[in-house]
């Protein structure tokens, strides 16, 4: 059996009037993140950590921000196909531990969809998905409600 970890971040700007979709569900708030695709950070910081842990370099590499046919694209999409690259490689994720990093909504109240919602996707159970949520305490471009960034540690195994 072997074993192996990896890491993800991801970051995206805050405007106002934008959708802001985030660990796959739609939240309502005044204001989005902004990206290529639906700039879910908190799926591209999985999609990193998977990729990373498998040693299949990175997000960017595998769906490009200047793709045209990945413009506004659903993240869960990415999350599935990232899931196909592992299971190409013959690994399976055992469990992901998370933070979403955001100043305003507060999310402890919408963390269980966002599981219910990954562990769909990801053909696991919510149980083996941990996401956490922090503010900055109002200091920097996530205090200041500028930008929402997400970490997300993964652990693989191939038997």
Do not use: W
């Not at 908190?42 to 998977?50: E, F, G, K, S």
């Amino acid at each position: 059996m072997k074993v192996r970890v990896g890491f993800g971040y991801d970051v995206h700007k805050l405007e106002s009037n934008t959708p802001f979709h985030l660990g796959g569900i739609f939240i309502e708030h005044s204001k989005g993140a902004v990206g290529h695709s639906d700039a879910d950070v908190l799926i591209h910081a999985i999609c990193d950590a998977m990729l990373g842990a498998a040693n299949l370099r990175d997000i960017g590499y595998h769906f490009s921000d200047t793709n045209p046919n990945l413009k506004g694209i659903d993240s869960k999409i990415l999350l599935a196909e990232t899931l196909k690259l592992l299971d190409s490689k013959g690994f399976r994720v055992v469990n992901i531990d998370s933070v979403v990093c955001l100043q305003r909504p507060k999310l402890m109240d919408i963390i269980p969809n966002m599981q219910l919602t990954l562990a769909s996707v990801l053909k696991m159970d919510m149980e083996d998905i941990s996401i956490k949520a922090t503010t900055t305490e109002k200091l920097g471009f996530v205090g200041n409600e500028e930008g929402v960034t997400a970490y997300a540690v993964v652990l693989i195994q191939k038997d």
